[in-house]
Protein backbone atom coordinates (compact mmCIF):
# COMPACT_ATOMS: atom_id res chain seq x y z
CA UNK A 1 0.00 0.00 0.00
CA UNK A 2 1.22 3.61 -1.02
CA UNK A 3 2.35 6.07 1.55
CA UNK A 4 -0.37 8.41 0.60
CA UNK A 5 -2.96 5.24 1.28
CA UNK A 6 -1.84 4.54 4.81
CA UNK A 7 -1.91 8.72 5.72
CA UNK A 8 -5.50 8.50 4.59
CA UNK A 9 -6.20 5.85 7.16
CA UNK A 10 -3.65 7.75 9.70
CA UNK A 11 -5.51 10.94 9.23
CA UNK A 12 -8.94 9.61 9.22
CA UNK A 13 -8.64 7.51 12.99
CA UNK A 14 -6.57 10.30 13.85
CA UNK A 15 -9.12 12.86 13.51
CA UNK A 16 -11.93 10.12 14.99
CA UNK A 17 -10.18 9.21 18.00
CA UNK A 18 -9.79 13.48 18.54
CA UNK A 19 -13.41 13.97 18.37
CA UNK A 20 -13.53 11.56 21.23
CA UNK A 21 -10.69 12.49 23.11
CA UNK A 22 -12.17 16.14 23.05
CA UNK A 23 -15.84 14.70 24.33
CA UNK A 24 -14.21 12.95 27.24
CA UNK A 25 -12.55 15.81 28.39
CA UNK A 26 -16.03 17.79 28.20
CA UNK A 27 -17.14 15.63 29.89
CA UNK A 28 -14.82 15.40 32.75
CA UNK A 29 -11.15 13.55 32.97
CA UNK A 30 -10.75 10.58 35.63
CA UNK A 31 -7.17 9.22 36.14
CA UNK A 32 -7.15 5.54 35.78
CA UNK A 33 -3.65 4.73 37.32
CA UNK A 34 0.06 6.25 37.64
CA UNK A 35 2.35 4.51 36.36
CA UNK A 36 6.71 5.89 36.53
CA UNK A 37 5.80 8.65 39.45
CA UNK A 38 2.73 9.57 40.97
CA UNK A 39 3.18 12.33 38.12
CA UNK A 40 2.79 10.03 35.33
CA UNK A 41 -1.00 9.24 35.05
CA UNK A 42 -2.82 7.16 32.39
CA UNK A 43 -6.65 8.68 32.24
CA UNK A 44 -9.66 6.13 31.60
CA UNK A 45 -9.72 8.57 28.53
CA UNK A 46 -6.13 7.44 27.03
CA UNK A 47 -6.86 4.22 27.36
CA UNK A 48 -10.79 4.37 25.65
CA UNK A 49 -9.09 6.41 22.90
CA UNK A 50 -6.65 3.78 22.81
CA UNK A 51 -8.87 1.11 22.27
CA UNK A 52 -10.84 2.90 19.36
CA UNK A 53 -7.66 3.49 17.69
CA UNK A 54 -6.59 0.19 17.41
CA UNK A 55 -10.09 -1.45 16.82
CA UNK A 56 -10.09 1.35 13.72
CA UNK A 57 -6.54 0.04 12.80
CA UNK A 58 -7.37 -3.84 13.17
CA UNK A 59 -10.51 -3.17 10.74
CA UNK A 60 -8.35 -1.18 7.89
CA UNK A 61 -4.98 -3.34 8.39
CA UNK A 62 -5.65 -6.48 9.82
CA UNK A 63 -2.33 -7.90 9.10
CA UNK A 64 -0.08 -4.72 10.49
CA UNK A 65 1.39 -4.33 13.82
CA UNK A 66 0.77 -2.08 16.61
CA UNK A 67 2.80 -0.18 19.14
CA UNK A 68 0.55 1.75 21.72
CA UNK A 69 1.25 3.34 24.68
CA UNK A 70 -1.84 1.89 26.67
CA UNK A 71 -1.66 -1.56 25.23
CA UNK A 72 0.19 -4.59 24.35
CA UNK A 73 2.24 -4.36 21.45
CA UNK A 74 1.21 -7.29 18.44
CA UNK A 75 4.18 -7.46 15.84
CA UNK A 76 1.97 -8.53 12.66
CA UNK A 77 2.52 -9.86 9.82
CA UNK A 78 2.73 -7.47 7.23
CA UNK A 79 5.99 -5.94 8.48
CA UNK A 80 4.25 -2.28 9.54
CA UNK A 81 4.01 -1.57 13.02
CA UNK A 82 1.16 1.43 13.45
CA UNK A 83 3.30 3.04 16.54
CA UNK A 84 0.17 5.22 18.34
CA UNK A 85 0.00 7.91 21.56
CA UNK A 86 -3.59 8.38 21.82
CA UNK A 87 -3.33 11.32 24.12
CA UNK A 88 0.25 13.04 24.29
CA UNK A 89 0.12 15.52 26.52
CA UNK A 90 -1.37 13.67 29.11
CA UNK A 91 -0.86 15.80 31.86
CA UNK A 92 -2.09 19.17 29.68
CA UNK A 93 -5.35 16.96 28.87
CA UNK A 94 -5.94 16.19 32.50
CA UNK A 95 -5.58 20.03 33.35
CA UNK A 96 -7.83 21.20 30.38
CA UNK A 97 -4.75 22.58 29.10
CA UNK A 98 -6.24 22.77 25.01
CA UNK A 99 -2.84 21.72 23.89
CA UNK A 100 -2.62 17.48 23.69
CA UNK A 101 -2.45 15.46 20.63
CA UNK A 102 -3.22 12.17 18.82
CA UNK A 103 -0.43 11.17 17.36
CA UNK A 104 -0.75 8.17 15.22
CA UNK A 105 2.39 6.89 12.91
CA UNK A 106 3.37 3.61 10.61
CA UNK A 107 6.77 2.32 10.42
CA UNK A 108 8.27 0.11 7.80
CA UNK A 109 9.50 -2.86 10.86
CA UNK A 110 8.98 -3.55 13.83
CA UNK A 111 8.48 -1.40 17.92
CA UNK A 112 12.14 0.09 17.81
CA UNK A 113 13.16 3.77 16.60
CA UNK A 114 16.24 2.92 16.02
CA UNK A 115 15.48 0.73 13.63
CA UNK A 116 12.26 1.45 11.99
CA UNK A 117 12.01 3.94 9.03
CA UNK A 118 8.43 6.21 9.36
CA UNK A 119 6.33 6.30 6.14
CA UNK A 120 3.29 8.36 7.28
CA UNK A 121 2.23 10.21 10.41
CA UNK A 122 -0.56 12.42 11.69
CA UNK A 123 -0.88 14.53 14.37
CA UNK A 124 -3.88 15.62 15.52
CA UNK A 125 -5.14 18.69 18.30
CA UNK A 126 -8.60 18.46 18.56
CA UNK A 127 -9.07 21.02 20.90
CA UNK A 128 -8.03 23.31 18.26
CA UNK A 129 -8.96 21.03 15.13
CA UNK A 130 -5.05 21.37 13.67
CA UNK A 131 -4.05 18.50 11.91
CA UNK A 132 -0.27 17.94 10.97
CA UNK A 133 0.90 14.71 8.54
CA UNK A 134 3.77 13.74 6.80
CA UNK A 135 4.64 10.94 4.03
CA UNK A 136 8.15 9.72 3.66
CA UNK A 137 9.58 11.76 0.49
CA UNK A 138 5.71 13.52 0.11
CA UNK A 139 6.18 16.61 2.31
CA UNK A 140 4.70 17.93 6.11
CA UNK A 141 1.21 20.28 5.98
CA UNK A 142 -0.69 21.58 8.56
CA UNK A 143 -4.03 20.85 6.79
CA UNK A 144 -3.93 21.77 3.36
CA UNK A 145 -0.61 24.06 4.11
CA UNK A 146 3.02 22.66 3.40
CA UNK A 147 5.03 23.31 5.80
CA UNK A 148 8.89 24.47 6.28
CA UNK A 149 10.97 24.91 9.13
CA UNK A 150 12.54 28.40 9.96
CA UNK A 151 16.37 28.83 10.18
CA UNK A 152 17.86 31.14 13.04
CA UNK A 153 20.71 31.69 14.81
CA UNK A 154 21.49 30.45 18.31
CA UNK A 155 21.13 33.93 20.00
CA UNK A 156 17.42 34.21 18.53
CA UNK A 157 16.43 30.56 18.00
CA UNK A 158 12.97 29.89 20.21
CA UNK A 159 14.17 26.09 21.31
CA UNK A 160 11.10 24.05 22.96
CA UNK A 161 12.19 21.05 25.26
CA UNK A 162 10.38 19.01 27.96
CA UNK A 163 10.90 17.10 31.28
CA UNK A 164 10.80 13.79 33.16
CA UNK A 165 8.44 12.42 35.43
CA UNK A 166 11.45 11.58 37.40
CA UNK A 167 12.26 14.35 39.76
CA UNK A 168 15.56 13.26 39.96
CA UNK A 169 15.64 13.30 36.27
CA UNK A 170 13.98 17.00 36.05
CA UNK A 171 16.64 18.30 37.99
CA UNK A 172 19.75 17.06 35.81
CA UNK A 173 17.28 18.13 32.69
CA UNK A 174 16.98 21.36 34.47
CA UNK A 175 21.04 21.89 35.10
CA UNK A 176 21.32 21.50 31.37
CA UNK A 177 18.94 24.07 30.41
CA UNK A 178 20.47 26.49 32.71
CA UNK A 179 23.47 26.39 30.73
CA UNK A 180 21.26 26.53 27.88
CA UNK A 181 18.87 29.44 28.67
CA UNK A 182 21.29 32.38 28.18
CA UNK A 183 21.98 31.53 24.80
CA UNK A 184 18.70 31.41 23.03
CA UNK A 185 16.03 33.77 22.09
CA UNK A 186 13.91 31.88 25.12
CA UNK A 187 12.51 28.60 25.97
CA UNK A 188 8.95 27.03 25.46
CA UNK A 189 7.94 23.86 27.25
CA UNK A 190 4.22 23.02 26.27
CA UNK A 191 4.08 19.43 27.56
CA UNK A 192 3.38 17.42 24.23
CA UNK A 193 6.19 16.06 22.50
CA UNK A 194 4.24 15.60 19.25
CA UNK A 195 3.02 19.05 18.67
CA UNK A 196 6.50 20.32 19.98
CA UNK A 197 7.74 18.40 16.79
CA UNK A 198 4.82 19.88 14.75
CA UNK A 199 5.64 23.39 16.14
CA UNK A 200 9.23 23.12 14.45
CA UNK A 201 7.59 21.80 11.12
CA UNK A 202 5.78 24.76 10.77
CA UNK A 203 8.26 27.64 12.21
CA UNK A 204 6.03 28.15 15.82
CA UNK A 205 9.47 26.64 17.37
CA UNK A 206 12.94 27.02 15.70
CA UNK A 207 14.55 23.79 17.58
CA UNK A 208 13.05 21.37 19.96
CA UNK A 209 14.79 18.82 22.21
CA UNK A 210 14.22 16.40 25.21
CA UNK A 211 15.55 12.84 26.56
CA UNK A 212 13.16 10.41 28.02
CA UNK A 213 10.63 10.15 25.08
CA UNK A 214 8.76 7.07 24.65
CA UNK A 215 8.12 5.92 20.83
CA UNK A 216 4.95 6.95 20.35
CA UNK A 217 5.52 10.57 21.76
CA UNK A 218 7.63 10.97 18.22
CA UNK A 219 6.85 8.37 15.92
CA UNK A 220 4.49 10.79 13.91
CA UNK A 221 5.96 14.24 14.69
CA UNK A 222 10.01 13.29 13.84
CA UNK A 223 8.89 12.05 10.64
CA UNK A 224 6.65 15.94 9.89
CA UNK A 225 9.49 17.80 11.30
CA UNK A 226 11.38 16.28 8.90
CA UNK A 227 9.53 16.35 6.22
CA UNK A 228 9.12 20.05 7.02
CA UNK A 229 13.25 20.01 6.37
CA UNK A 230 14.37 19.58 10.09
CA UNK A 231 17.07 17.62 10.95
CA UNK A 232 15.88 14.89 13.22
CA UNK A 233 18.43 13.24 14.95
CA UNK A 234 19.82 11.85 18.79
CA UNK A 235 23.46 12.50 19.89
CA UNK A 236 25.97 12.39 17.18
CA UNK A 237 24.06 11.16 14.26
CA UNK A 238 21.88 8.50 15.65
CA UNK A 239 18.44 7.85 15.34
CA UNK A 240 15.98 9.65 17.44
CA UNK A 241 15.45 7.63 20.57
CA UNK A 242 14.19 7.27 24.49
CA UNK A 243 18.27 8.52 24.77
CA UNK A 244 17.76 11.92 22.62
CA UNK A 245 16.07 13.83 20.15
CA UNK A 246 17.17 16.84 18.45
CA UNK A 247 14.76 18.54 15.97
CA UNK A 248 15.84 22.24 13.88
CA UNK A 249 17.20 23.47 10.60
CA UNK A 250 20.69 21.34 9.99
CA UNK A 251 22.69 24.80 10.70
CA UNK A 252 20.61 25.13 14.01
CA UNK A 253 20.86 21.67 15.01
CA UNK A 254 24.47 21.10 14.67
CA UNK A 255 25.41 23.94 17.14
CA UNK A 256 22.31 23.10 19.36
CA UNK A 257 23.73 19.36 19.49
CA UNK A 258 27.41 20.79 20.54
CA UNK A 259 26.03 22.75 23.28
CA UNK A 260 23.95 20.57 24.61
CA UNK A 261 26.03 17.62 24.78
CA UNK A 262 28.96 20.06 26.87
CA UNK A 263 26.01 21.22 29.02
CA UNK A 264 24.51 17.38 29.16
CA UNK A 265 27.64 15.81 29.64
CA UNK A 266 27.30 15.15 33.44
CA UNK A 267 23.34 13.61 32.81
CA UNK A 268 24.72 11.54 29.75
CA UNK A 269 26.82 9.26 32.34
CA UNK A 270 23.71 8.32 34.29
CA UNK A 271 22.00 5.23 33.91
CA UNK A 272 20.42 5.03 30.16
CA UNK A 273 16.71 4.55 31.53
CA UNK A 274 14.93 1.60 31.29
CA UNK A 275 13.79 -0.15 28.60
CA UNK A 276 10.34 0.48 26.93
CA UNK A 277 7.53 -1.88 28.02
C1 LIG B 1 4.71 13.69 27.42
C2 LIG B 1 5.54 14.31 26.31
C3 LIG B 1 6.24 15.56 26.79
C4 LIG B 1 7.16 15.19 27.94
C5 LIG B 1 6.33 14.64 29.07
C6 LIG B 1 5.55 13.39 28.62
P1 LIG B 1 2.74 11.95 27.60
O1 LIG B 1 4.10 12.52 26.94
O2 LIG B 1 4.67 14.60 25.22
O3 LIG B 1 7.01 16.15 25.77
O4 LIG B 1 7.89 16.32 28.35
O5 LIG B 1 7.17 14.30 30.13
O6 LIG B 1 6.47 12.38 28.29
O7 LIG B 1 3.15 11.30 28.89
O8 LIG B 1 1.83 13.08 27.82
O9 LIG B 1 2.20 10.94 26.60
Redo the contacts with the bound molecule.
Keep these: MRAEELLTIARSVAVTAGELAARRRSEGVEIAASKSSPE?VVTLADREVEALIRSLLADARPQDGFFG?ESEADVGSSGLTWVV?P??????YLYGVPHYAVSIAVVEGGPDPLTWMALAGAVVNPAISEVFTATRGGGAFLGERRLAVVAAELPLALVGT????LAERRREQADTLVGLVGEVRDIRRS????L?LCSVACGRLNAYY?S???P??HAAGALIAAEAGARVTGWGGAPASQDFILAAPPTLAATLETLLAGQSTHSRSLPAAPPVG
Design positions: DEDIDGTVNGFAYGTASDEGLKWD
